[in-house]
Structure formats: structure tokens, C-alpha cells
């Protein structure tokens, strides 16, 4: 079946790097993405990575792909205050028709 | 500005009482989808709709009833038949109902229902 796992929380220190975790079984899946959810807010789209590729670098955001271990994670850089967010991980199996499957999503607490 | 706008923000109902939620997009993206979020919860889908007057059920449809007879806008009625309503509705909408083109997401409606 479809599933996707995150871990729930982090917490890191304001200047430090983040790097939240995020498995997934659909072996097919075209695209993985991530996106970021603020308090009382909808989500927005953070990157989305290809499943033929294993690195994407946007700014001080790293996803990285472990295909075989179906292994995603984003990495933060530099992690500021205004990172504090739940970050959601999804997959979009073969034949979704966009149709994302979502993790639970990691909350990021960043302290200074 | 382009985007997709939800409304209400905040919703009240009483038990037994249907509810319509708003959603119009003036991206002009074909799809639209709404999800559902709970506490501690990824979003599941509810119903989607990858071009006018056609709409498919999603995982949780059962309560829920929608339209599509405009590309712009696509509400959501929670029925007095969907057992626990009181959550986080979201609203999206990707450019095509194909898996390269990402969602972009309204700002979501809280629904109490007591």
C-alpha cells in the first residue's frame, strides 16, 4: 500500500542545520515533494525533486533521494526562527493522477 | 495577484446542518482538489476534479458532496451524513491532473461543527 512516514518533531538551534526525515513505499513514485505549513495556514510548496534524480539544491535548501532505501530528507542551512513550521513530505504514487500522498508532517521547532 | 482563496476563514455550524465551503482559483489550472487535515494528520483527499463538470471521489468522500461548473471554482459541502466534520479543510489546484505539476494550496477554512 501507499504510506508515507515522517517523525513528528525537531527541534534545533537558530544557525544550525535541519534535516528532516521522510520514508516512502510506493517504489513507483515520479515525484516526491516537500512542503511547509505555518500556524492557521495552508501549504506551500518548498521543492519537489524527480525520482531519477538524488540531489536538488535551491538556496539553503538540500532534498536529498535514497531511491533504493526510499529515502527522502530536506535539509536546512542555516535554520532561522521563521523555519518554525510543520514540514509535510509527499509522494505521488504511478498512475496518481496528481492524486499526493502525505506524511503526517515533522514539526520544526528552532530555538535560539 | 494569483492564487486560490478559501472562505470562510472560520466556520461555526451546528450538528445536522449542511455546509458549503468556497474555493475559487484564478491561476486557471484545470485541477482542483480538497483535502482534509486532523491534528497530528497528513491531509487526505477528499474529492478532485481535473476539468470542468467531472469530478472523481478521493479516499474519503463519504459525507462530502461537490461541483465543478466553473474552472475557477470548485465548493465543498459537508453533510449532516460526515460523522466527524469539525476540521482543517484545504483547497488546492495544479495546472494540469498530471504528476509534474505541483499543487498550490489556499489558506485553508476551520470547520466547528458542535
Known amino acids: 500500500g501507499e504510506d508515507v512516514e515522517q517523525s513528528l518533531f525537531l527541534s534545533v538551534r537558530e544557525g544550525d542545520s535541519s534535516v528532516i526525515n521522510c520514508t516512502y513505499t510506493?517504489?513507483?513514485?515520479?515525484?516526491l515533494y516537500w512542503y511547509k505549513q505555518e500556524p492557521g495556514a495552508g501549504l506551500q510548496l518548498l521543492t519537489y525533486?524527480?525520482?531519477?534524480?538524488d540531489m536538488k539544491q535551491d538556496q539553503r535548501l538540500t532534498v536529498l533521494l535514497n531511491k533504493k532505501d526510499k529515502h527522502l530528507s530536506l535539509r536546512i542551512a542555516d535554520t532561522q526562527t521563521g523555519d518554525s513550521a510543520i514540514y509535510f513530505c509527499?509522494?505521488?504514487?504511478?498512475?496518481?493522477?496528481?492524486?499526493?500522498?502525505f506524511g503526517a508532517g515533522t514539526r520544526l521547532a528552532v530555538h535560539p | 495577484d494569483g492564487g486560490i482563496t478559501q472562505s470562510p476563514k472560520y466556520l461555526f455550524r451546528k450538528e445536522g446542518q449542511n455546509v458549503t465551503l468556497s474555493c475559487e482559483q484564478n491561476?486557471?489550472?484545470?485541477?482542483m482538489y480538497w483535502y482534509r487535515q486532523d491534528p497530528g494528520q497528513g491531509l487526505r483527499l477528499i474529492y478532485y476534479?481535473?476539468?470542468?463538470?467531472?469530478?472523481q471521489k478521493g479516499d474519503i468522500a463519504e459525507g462530502y458532496s461537490v461541483s465543478r461548473e466553473k474552472k475557477e471554482s470548485f465548493p465543498l459541502t459537508v453533510t449532516s451524513a460526515q460523522k466527524n466534520p469539525t476540521a482543517f479543510y484545504l483547497c488546492?489546484?495544479?495546472?494540469?491532473?498530471?504528476?509534474?505539476?505541483?499543487?498550490?494550496f489556499g489558506n485553508g477554512t476551520r470547520l466547528t461543527v458542535t
Open positions: 488546492a489546484s495544479s495546472m494540469k491532473a498530471s504528476s509534474n505539476s505541483p499543487l498550490h
Open positions: 510506493d517504489s513507483s513514485s515520479t515525484y
Open positions: 525533486i524527480f525520482s531519477n534524480m
Open positions: 509527499a509522494e505521488i504514487p504511478a498512475g496518481g493522477y496528481n492524486k499526493l500522498i
Open positions: 491561476l486557471n489550472h484545470d485541477a
Open positions: 476534479s481535473q476539468i470542468v463538470n467531472d469530478f
